[in-house]
């Protein structure tokens, strides 16, 4: 991908996110028929834009965010500015009863949210839904984790670090945040529960330290293709193309993708034939994995398991966009309890604007337009949740001083504006030395300086 490329995908993901967050403030701003000065895209000077109506659309400077400027409100004036004083009263925001002013600020959040679980329900009804590997053990290499505690071929996962009959999906998602941690398993052998305990090994993915169970789950028998081809990589100089059906490598049968990404790892450096199909022919082609531009030593495939595809109905599209939301935020709190409890830096768990960019060309090179939206849903999930926050400046603040003032009412008292003014330059002082903070960890972690990581990022922390 070229960095043109890339940047637009950054541009994109990022700006679209945010465009949806403040839509949501407008949209309820209008139906209240509160006045809105300022539409912005980004933060600081004003780029450029056009004024219709009342309203002035722009672009400024700090793409790092933006915001609606309603009339009357001055709460976020170190950000967005002062605005005009000759505004009707019932057009001003800060006249409002406290539940309209409310439901504006929880609009944005509740935009991102509803564009987060809206991407995966459409993805449903236009594709299916796939298939997910049932967790049993197909294969576990010599001297990995799952060999190393005791599990065998066949065996059934039925409770893995406190999860009852989990989905495959979750046990993978616990084991990648887990590297190095011992981790409670039960597994179903012959008839009977077997408590176990796996360590997961550390290894480097995409640059970024991840925990592997060094197992391959059943993944029923269905087909693996090789879904993309890395540009200028070893599989691709060695003739294996997109589409074509993996079946065998080095001799061995390809039980499914997992098998193969792992199998791949255990032989950096070495020589590996894959035997695959390609319109009616089998052919053999050989590749050896080196050190890609990019930083990681790569064969250069991308496999994937052929699962067809499920036409689920209206409900189950939806309870499917829920749970694999429910999913993302699960893995996203659990990565932030480690990080407050010293488990995971800060640096393998927030990330700021570079970080977003590396994830965003990554995913759009791999899965184009799939991996477009998946990024976007993702990032809106986190944007959404982020926001709710009661940090002043945030949206989350700005609902929780509005929940203090209504129960001060009750016993006849308000905060006064003095105090206001102050808790919003805290926040806003906050805010800024987060920027600060997450600018300043990409920067560690994606350039020399920062030397290697400990564990995998798994939440991002956008500036609103």
């Known amino acids: 991908m070229t960095v043109l490329t890339s940047i637009f995908a950054f541009i994109g993901i990022l700006g679209a996110a945010v465009v949806i967050h403040e839509f949501g403030h407008f949209l309820v701003a209008k139906l209240f028929k509160i006045r809105v000065e300022t539409f912005s895209v980004g933060f600081g000077p004003r780029l450029f834009g056009m004024k219709w109506g009342h309203t002035d659309y722009r672009l400024s400077a700090i793409p790092l965010g933006g915001y609606v400027k309603l009339g009357g409100d001055e709460s976020n004036a170190p950000i967005e500015g002062a605005g005009a004083t000759d505004i009707p009263p019932e057009e001003q925001f800060n006249l409002r009863p406290r539940w309209q002013r409310i439901l504006v600020a929880l609009a944005g959040p509740v935009m991102n949210i509803l564009t987060a679980l809206a991407i995966p329900f459409a993805g449903a009804l236009m594709y299916g839904v796939p298939v997910s590997p049932a967790p049993i053990v197909s294969y576990a290499p010599a001297n990995g984790s799952a060999q ?22 979750t046990i993978r998602g616990d084991a990648l945040l887990s590297p190095g941690q011992p981790l409670p398993l039960v597994v179903e052998r012959n008839g009977q529960r077997v408590p176990l305990t796996i360590t997961p090994t550390l290894r480097t993915e995409d640059g970024e330290p991840a925990g592997d169970l060094d197992l391959v789950p059943d993944n ?67 590749a050896t994995s080196r050190r890609l531009p990019d930083g990681t030593e790569r064969l250069g495939i991308i496999p994937a398991d052929d699962f067809p595809l499920q036409r689920p109905s209206i409900g189950l599209a939806a309870a499917y966009a829920v749970r694999s939301n429910l999913q993302l935020m699960r893995l996203t709190g659990k990565a932030l309890g ?31 337009w799939a991996g477009f939206f998946t990024m976007l849903g993702f990032l809106s999930l986190n944007l959404g949740v982020f926001n709710l926050l009661p940090i002043p400046v945030l949206d989350g603040g700005a609902i929780f001083l509005l929940l203090i003032e209504s129960v001060l009412a009750i016993v006849g008292l308000k905060l006064s504006m003095r105090i206001r003014e102050r808790i919003q330059q805290v926040g806003f002082v906050m805010v800024i030395l987060l920027m600060v903070f997450v600018i ?23 500036a609103k």
């Open 148 to 169: 190393k505690a005791g599990m065998q071929p066949g065996d059934r996962i039925v409770s893995f670090n406190g999860t009852e009959n989990p989905e495959w999906d």
């Open 220 to 286: 029923g028998g269905y087909p693996v293709i090789i879904r993309d081809v890395i540009k200028d990589a070893p599989a691709g100089e060695a003739g294996l193309q997109p589409g074509d059906r993996i079946l065998a490598i080095n001799g061995q049968t390809v039980r499914s993708a997992e098998h193969i990404s792992s199998f791949i790892r255990e032989h950096r450096g070495q020589p590996i034939t894959l035997t695959v199909g390609r319109n009616a022919q089998k052919l053999d082609l050989t």
């Open 338 to 368: 480690q990080f407050f409890t010293g488990q995971r830096s800060a640096r393998n768990t927030l990330s700021g604007p570079v970080g977003i960019y590396k994830a965003a060309a990554t995913s759009v090179e791999r899965s184009g």
């Open 440 to 462: 300043t960890n990409d920067i560690l972690k994606f350039t020399p300086l920062g030397g290697s990581s400990e564990s995998p990022p798994a939440a991002s922390t956008p």
